[in-house]
C-alpha cells in the first residue's frame, strides 16, 4: 500500500520569510499524482498545487512551488514570501493510478505558523 | 465551486445508537470517499466507492459501513456508535483522470460521540 510521510507535525515561519514543508511517499508505480491540500481553522480543504509524476519540470503556483525528487520519492512544498493568510494545515497527497479503482492517500499534516 | 455537500454538519449522538452521514454530489464523479480526520492521524480513509454499487474498504474500516445506491449519494454509517468514532469526517469526489485530477471536498461534519 502506498503511503505518505510528513515528518514536521508543526513548522513556524517569520512573516515575508520562506519556508519549505517535507513530504516523502512510497510507491513501485511511475505514474502518479501528487497534491498539495491546505486546511485553515474553517476545515475547508483547498489545493494548494499539484505535481504529474511524469512531468520532470517542478509545479508553480504563484509564491508556492514544490521541489519534486521522483527518485527518492520527495515531494516538497515551498512557500515564498510567507503571509498571514498562509498559516494552516497543509497536507500531502498521493494519488494512485490504477485506473478504475483510484484512491487519495494522504499525510499525517503539517501545522504551518505565520509569526507577525 | 464543486457540487458537494454533507450533511449534517454537526452531531451528537450516544454511544450505541446508529448514525448516517450523507454525502451527495452533482458532479456525476465515480469516485467518492469517507475520510476521518484526527490530529495527528491526517486524513484516513473509511471506505470508498468507485461506482454505483461498487464500494471498498479503507484502513479504518471497522464499525463502518457504506451504501451507494445512486451515482450522486454516498452513505456513511456508523451501525453503533462509540466514542473512538468521535471525529470530523470528510466526504471527497474524484474526477476519472482527464484534465482535472484534484479531489473536492465536502465541508466536513463533526460528530461526538457521548
Known amino acids: 500500500a502506498q503511503t505518505v510521510t510528513q515528518s514536521q507535525p508543526e513548522m513556524s515561519v517569520q512573516e515575508a520569510e520562506t519556508v519549505t514543508l517535507s513530504c516523502t511517499y512510497d510507491?513501485?508505480?511511475?505514474?502518479?499524482?501528487l497534491f498539495w491540500y491546505k486546511q485553515p481553522p474553517s476545515r475547508q480543504m483547498i489545493l494548494v498545487i499539484r505535481?504529474?509524476?511524469?512531468?520532470?519540470q517542478n509545479a508553480t503556483e504563484n509564491r508556492f512551488s514544490v521541489n519534486f525528487q521522483k527518485a527518492a520519492k520527495s515531494f516538497s512544498l515551498k512557500i515564498s514570501d510567507s503571509q498571514l493568510g498562509d498559516a494552516a494545515m497543509y497536507f500531502c497527497?498521493?494519488?494512485?493510478?490504477?485506473?478504475?479503482?483510484?484512491?487519495?492517500?494522504f499525510g499525517t499534516g503539517t501545522r504551518l505558523t505565520i509569526i507577525p | 465551486d464543486a457540487g458537494i455537500t454533507q450533511s449534517p454538519r454537526h452531531k451528537v449522538t450516544e454511544t450505541g445508537t446508529p448514525v448516517t452521514l450523507r454525502c451527495h454530489q452533482t458532479?456525476?464523479?465515480?469516485?467518492m470517499y469517507w475520510y476521518r480526520q484526527d490530529p495527528g492521524h491526517g486524513l484516513r480513509l473509511i471506505h470508498y466507492?468507485?461506482?454505483?454499487?461498487?464500494?471498498d474498504k479503507g484502513e479504518v474500516s471497522d464499525g463502518y459501513s457504506v451504501s451507494r445506491s445512486k451515482t450522486e449519494d454516498f452513505l456513511l454509517t456508523l451501525e453503533s456508535a462509540t466514542s473512538s468514532q468521535t471525529s470530523v469526517y470528510f466526504c471527497?469526489?474524484?474526477?476519472?483522470?482527464?484534465?482535472?485530477?484534484?479531489?473536492?471536498f465536502g465541508q466536513g461534519t463533526r460528530l461526538t460521540v457521548v
Open positions: 497527497a498521493y494519488r494512485t493510478p490504477n485506473f478504475g479503482n483510484e484512491k487519495l492517500t
Open positions: 510507491t513501485s508505480e511511475s505514474d502518479y499524482y
Open positions: 505535481q504529474e509524476a511524469y512531468k520532470q
Open positions: 458532479e456525476n464523479h465515480r469516485y
Open positions: 466507492s468507485y461506482g454505483v454499487k461498487d464500494t
Open positions: 471527497a469526489i474524484l474526477p476519472d483522470r482527464g484534465s482535472n485530477t484534484e479531489a473536492f
